[in-house]
């Protein structure tokens, strides 16, 4: 119902012919090269991701109160699993402004990826190439009973409904996710999340909050895994606070101190109750010209075990207490965005295995205006 509430809404906005109608095409690549090299992780692999993204879309803005997209998304591999990452599928949204501002928008269908999740509560830079959904879904099930998705490595889409708000350094953002037909065997699921941050000139604040439902609807109830509670009704749900305070700003050096806790209620092990882990984070990191980055950070889990905060973070936030030495570079050349980064890792409970994080994104993005 409410979804039909809002295309009407859409529908009656459009009608406003105040202004002129626009019509523009947009490319937008992003070769992406993730390798995560995790030698003696307690509960994850190693991982890594090369290849390209690429979205093409038209965006069509009948007035200042609606945008309307469709298009394709698309992935190749830099490697020869073209079976498991080569894939496309449509992308459509509707993005309604209903007072013309451009800093508040409700979007229906396809929607932004790029929420601003801490590395522990979503691994975003994994997730703007791939969503390995069998890998979240079979975690708390038994081998026994795991289910295949269909592709493993997922584009990375979240279909649904978004509110926005950014403006004078706040920004608030709701979102649902809506995916019911991950799996070979289908059950209900969908991903929740609020966040909202302020930023000023000497400190920022993030609040956040995801959670995921992974139902148990009627047409379910005669699967045979389902029948001997091999694959329970459950609701993983993270949330984080994050302060970075700033006592030292100038033009081209900013030195920041960092700290975040984050906890999570979710299934450790199979066929077990939910139950909570959680962690506090400290650090401190210098910005220099804004395009070097170099930080610290410190992760201490509860009882300094591994454990769960999260479905979808960031492997070294799955371990116990650990040490994180970052270097990151941004640069943007004729258009061209280039973030790199580079982070060694240090479990205390097993020093001689160093672990690393290193991710390479390009993001290049072509507007052409048809009228």
């Given amino acids: 119902m409410?979804?039909?509430?809002?295309?009407?809404?859409?529908?009656?906005?459009?009608a406003d012919t105040s202004t002129a109608t626009?019509?523009?095409?947009?490319?937008?690549?992003?070769?992406?090269?993730?390798?995560?090299?995790?030698?003696?992780?307690?509960?994850?692999?190693?991982?890594?991701?090369?290849?390209?993204?690429?979205?093409?879309?038209?965006r069509y803005t009948p007035n200042p109160y609606v945008l309307i997209g469709a298009g394709v998304i698309g992935r190749l591999a830099f490697a020869l699993e073209q079976d498991?990452?080569?894939?496309?599928?449509?992308?459509?949204?509707?993005?309604?402004?209903?007072?013309g501002m451009k800093h508040f928008f409700m979007r229906f269908g396809t929607l932004r990826m790029q929420h601003g999740y801490h590395p522990a509560v979503i691994d975003e830079a994994r997730h703007q190439i791939s969503r390995n959904i069998a890998e979240t879904y079979n975690r708390s099930i038994p081998t026994e009973a795991r289910r295949s998705s269909v592709p493993r490595q997922a584009l990375p889409l979240e279909h649904g409904a978004q509110i926005v708000y950014q403006k004078s350094g706040f920004r608030g953002e709701m979102f649902l996710d809506w995916q019911l037909l991950e799996t070979d065997d289908p059950r209900e699921k969908f991903n929740f999340g609020i966040l909202a941050e302020y930023d000023q000139k000497w400190m920022k604040a993030n609040l956040q909050f995801r959670l995921t439902h992974y139902g148990g609807q009627l047409f379910t109830q005669g699967d045979p895994i389902r029948f001997a509670q091999l694959d329970p009704v459950r609701q993983p749900e993270t949330m984080a606070v994050v302060i970075h305070g700033r006592p030292v700003v100038l033009q081209n050096f900013v030195f920041e101190l960092v700290a975040g806790a984050i906890a999570g209620h979710m299934i450790q092990e199979p066929l077990q109750?939910?139950?909570w882990h959680y962690g506090i984070e400290v650090g401190a990191q210098l910005k220099l010209y804004s395009s070097l980055e170099l930080g610290y950070r410190y992760w201490f889990p509860r009882d300094s075990k591994a454990g769960f905060v999260s479905e979808d973070s960031e492997p070294t936030y799955n371990q116990g207490t650990s040490h994180k030495l970052m270097i990151g570079l941004n640069q943007n050349i004729g258009g061209i965005k280039i973030d790199g980064s580079l982070s060694l890792v240090v479990p205390e409970d097993n020093p001689d295995k160093i672990q690393y994080l290193a991710v390479t994104r390009v993001s290049y993005d072509i507007f052409y205006s048809l009228f």
């Fill in 2 to 14: 409410w979804t039909t509430g809002f295309l009407l809404f859409v529908a009656q906005l459009s």
């Fill in 273 to 275: 109750a939910e139950e």
């Fill in 84 to 99: 498991e990452y080569a894939q496309a599928l449509p992308i459509f949204y509707a993005e309604a402004r209903p007072t």
């Fill in 22 to 58: 626009t019509l523009e095409a947009q490319l937008a690549i992003r070769p992406t090269i993730l390798d995560y090299e995790l030698p003696g992780h307690p509960n994850t692999l190693g991982r890594g991701h090369v290849g390209v993204i690429s979205e093409a879309t038209l």
